[in-house]
């Protein structure tokens, strides 16, 4: 992997959640090439493992574990796993979260009809319940909040110094449509960043946040693209309002990763949401 800064990261413990994915998979590698230990943590075990495998056969040091960001005690574990093969946590990446259908609209807008359409089997506003949109509000939100409880309290009890970054997004700025429970819980990761920051600025902890834009990933691949390999209508909305005209590579986000982690590089750096998305969060449209 060809990292964009070089950042020294031998002697350090990192924990990436939702590592098995694409984004937070290239995070995990790009941490473990500048010499950390990193565990891999991933609901999925194969998916953590396979990450975990090209950080080893890259000549760094890293461990997949299975656990479950909405499950204290599957953290706990987690935790004790992390600690007992490579230490203390030094960063946390809190990259586990992501949508649902059943956090989520039908259409854009709402129109008065939609209320009598039961022939097209429509998800309007009203179809929204509470268990779906709680689904979707705590796989972010508390899945940002658990971790940071499980991985960070060793570090204080240790007095070392730590880093987390919560991955917040786009809708947490504007909230797009047709995901309010999504849009909603990235706005509340973006609030926590900026509350912990302040809260654990005491215990020598830096908390700061990420917001990508817009990248293909297997989770969103088919709502972006076609079977063809074509962009769908929603895409091409999304391209006509990112400036640089184009999606964002995962690699792209590694700049704004490692300059985070880094303590001589942004140790005055703390309670920050970071967009990363070609100038979405800049354009009016006009």
């Given at each position: 992997m060809k990292l964009p800064l070089n950042v020294d990261l031998s002697g350090k413990v990192a924990v990436v959640t939702g590592g098995g994915g694409v984004l937070c998979g290239t995070m995990a590698e790009a941490l473990g090439a500048c010499g950390a230990k990193v565990a891999v943590l991933?609901?999925?075990?194969?998916?953590?493992?396979?990450?975990?495998?090209?950080?080893?056969a890259a000549g760094g040091t890293a461990m997949g574990?299975?656990?479950?960001?909405?499950?204290?005690?599957?953290?706990?574990?987690?935790?004790?796993?992390?600690?007992?093969?490579?230490?203390?946590?030094?960063?946390?990446?809190?990259?586990?979260?992501?949508?649902?259908?059943?956090?989520?609209?039908?259409?854009?807008?709402?129109?008065?009809?939609?209320?009598?359409?039961?022939?097209?089997?429509?998800?309007?506003?009203?179809?929204?319940?509470?268990?779906?949109?709680?689904?979707?509000?705590n796989l972010n939100f508390l899945g940002?909040?658990?971790?940071?409880?499980?991985?960070?309290?060793?570090?204080?009890?240790?007095?070392?110094?730590?880093?987390?970054?919560?991955?917040?997004s786009m809708s947490a700025f504007t909230p797009l449509t047709k995901?309010?429970?999504y849009s909603a819980a990235k706005a509340a990761v973006s609030n926590f960043t900026q509350w912990l920051a302040v809260h654990m600025s005491k215990v020598d902890i830096r908390v700061n946040a990420m917001a990508p834009g817009f990248f293909l990933t297997e989770q969103n691949r088919s709502l972006l693209t076609n079977e063809d390999g074509s962009f769908t209508a929603r895409a091409e909305k999304i391209l006509g309002q990112t400036p640089m005209g184009r999606f964002g590579t995962p690699e792209e986000l590694l700049g704004t990763l490692l300059w985070l982690v880094d303590d001589k590089a942004s140790g005055f750096v703390n309670g920050t949401v970071i967009p990363v998305d070609g100038g979405f969060a800049a354009y009016s449209g006009v």
């Open positions: 991933d609901l999925r075990k194969d998916a953590a493992d396979a990450v975990a495998g090209k950080i080893n574990i299975a656990a479950d960001v909405l499950n204290k005690e599957s953290l706990s574990d987690a935790a004790k796993a992390v600690e007992s093969t490579f230490g203390v946590c030094d960063i946390l990446i809190n990259g586990a979260g992501g949508n649902h259908p059943k956090g989520t609209t039908g259409k854009e807008f709402l129109e008065r009809e939609d209320l009598a359409d039961t022939a097209n089997d429509l998800t309007t506003f009203y179809d929204l319940d509470a268990d779906g949109i709680s689904f979707v509000f940002t909040l658990l971790p940071t409880q499980a991985f960070t309290k060793s570090i204080v009890s240790t007095q070392s110094k730590g880093v987390v970054i919560n991955v917040s995901i309010p429970a």
